[in-house]
């Protein structure tokens, strides 16, 4: 049984940094990509960033340059940095990694910035 536990979020000012931590245990075999999403108040889960196997990473636009996706492939861990936060980045973010062959989802955690 495959199993990912997020933790980091929190409250913060605006133009506040959180970071946020995913790892993956139980039974892997392979890792894939591992990523973040995020769904806001009343808002539909979106997209934030991602990172593949060989390091490469892709951003939604909205976060692009105040958020880094990380990996740690030891820990099976991946991590995002969010820096210069805005009230519009409050929401329940999600991890999401693509593991033996199956997409998994952490339960999420909620990040909350103040203005």
């Known amino acids: 049984q495959v199993q990912l536990v997020e933790s980091g979020g929190g409250s913060v000012q605006a133009g506040g940094s959180l970071r946020l931590s995913c790892a993956a245990s139980?039974?892997?075999?392979?890792?894939?990509?591992m990523g973040w999403y995020r769904q806001g108040p009343g808002k539909q889960r979106e997209f934030v960033a991602i990172i593949n196997n060989s390091g490469s990473a892709n951003y939604a636009d909205s976060v692009k340059g105040r958020f880094t996706i990380s990996r740690d492939h030891a820990k099976n861990t991946v991590y995002l940095q969010m820096n210069s936060l805005k009230p519009e980045d409050t929401a329940v973010y999600y991890c999401?990694?693509?593991?033996?062959?199956?997409?998994?989802w952490g339960k999420g955690t909620l990040v909350t910035v103040s203005s």
């Open positions: 139980g039974n892997i075999s392979s890792i894939r990509a």
């Open positions: 999401r990694q693509d593991l033996n062959g199956r997409t998994y």
